[in-house]
Structures are given as structure tokens and as C-alpha cells.
């Protein structure tokens, strides 16, 4: 099953709906869940994006993160360590980057181990602009499948991955609107 909302519930548009089927398809099994978020976002797209891409520093918008360690060079198949702030039940989360297209503005990763109940997780985020109010903006669909753990049903499953994601484009939304406030329009790494 297929959720496509944004943060306030409204349904998406038909371009945004030919975004998910164009980026965000996922091979779901039986015993996993999957779903689509969105988020609009009144900041430039090229912004947005140097902090989507960060595999390296994810939190730079994302709340959870405390730290985060890349192994190697950081390609296709690198692998992060990243360790999550308490509140959440887990501590640290190993992570894969399994795509990276800075033309389309996609990225991917795939969880691959860590302290945590969310097995065989991958996601896919893409990264698109719009006008809003007559100024550069940007829309910002991020999709997941995952395994239904032991004694969960699949909407609790998802209700939590969701929770997540909000929390995640909130901040995403946040730090990029206050940059480019600041008229802080360059890549987000010189900063």
C-alpha cells in the first residue's frame, strides 16, 4: 500500500503522484510495510538537496542523529555508523548508501545492521522543485519499506516509520528555510 500525504494531510498532486511512481517503488513482502511522505519546503531546491546528499552528515537536519562515522570513500555501497539520541530504542543504526543521483536528485540508503527493530529497511528520497508563493521552492518525497517485526501489525509498523519521517522533513524543512532566509544559497558543506 502506497500513503502518499504531506505533513498536513492534504492529498498530493498529479505530478507528485508521477514522482512516486517514477522513484519510489519498492518490492514489498508479505511481512513488511511501505509508504510515501512529502514534504513542501520554501527554500531552493539546491539547497534542500546539499542536505538530502549529506551521507556523511545526516545530522545536519535529522534530530536523532548525535553522530554519524563514514567507512572508506564515499561512493555507491559506502557504510555509515551512525549513533542515535536516546528517546528513540536504539543507539547506533549501520547504513548503506545504495544510490546517489545528483542530476535527479535521488538518494537511497539501506539499513544493514545496528541496535534496532528495523530490519531489511531501505529508503528512497528524492528532491524536486516547485514555486511556492512565486519564490523557489521544493518538494521532498521520501519513501520506505521494512519488515513487520514480532508482535507488531503493519500499521503500527508504519504509524512509527512515519512518525519518524515527519520528524526527519520537519527538521529537513527547518534548517533549509532558515538558510535560505540568511540568503545562505551556496552548497550547504561550505557552510
Excluded at 508479505?30 to 546528499?53: D, G
Excluded at 507488531?152 to 504509524?159: G, H, Q, R
Aim: proline share 4%; net charge negative.
Amino acid at each position: 500500500m502506497v500513503f502518499t500525504v504531506n505533513s498536513c494531510g492534504d492529498k498530493s498532486t498529479n505530478t507528485e503522484d508521477e514522482y512516486v511512481i517514477r522513484h519510489h517503488k519498492h518490492e514489498v513482502r508479505e511481512n513488511q510495510c511501505t509508504s510515501s511522505l512529502l514534504k513542501h519546503i520554501k527554500a531552493p531546491v539546491h539547497l534542500v538537496w546539499s542536505l538530502v546528499r549529506s551521507f556523511d552528515q545526516p545530522q545536519k537536519y535529522k534530530p536523532f542523529v548525535s553522530e554519524c562515522v563514514v567507512q572508506g570513500d564515499f561512493v555507491i555501497g559506502s557504510v555509515r555508523e551512525v549513533n542515535v539520541r536516546s528517546g528513540l530504542p536504539a543507539t547506533t543504526s549501520t547504513e548503506r548508501l545504495e544510490l546517489l543521483d545528483d542530476e535527479e536528485h535521488i538518494f537511497g540508503m539501506k539499513i544493514v545492521g545496528g541496535d534496532h527493530r528495523l530490519r531489511n529497511y531501505s529508503s528512497v528520497i528524492t528532491v524536486h522543485p516547485e514555486i511556492m508563493d512565486g519564490r523557489p521552492g521544493t518538494v521532498v518525497i521520501e519513501s520506505f519499506v521494512v519488515d513487520v517485526p514480532d508482535g507488531n501489525t503493519k500499521d503500527e509498523t508504519c504509524y512509527f516509520v512515519e512518525a519518524l519521517i515527519k520528524c526527519n522533513l520537519k527538521s529537513l524543512a527547518d534548517v533549509s528555510e532558515r538558510l535560505a532566509v540568511q540568503d545562505r544559497t551556496e552548497p550547504i558543506d561550505r557552510i
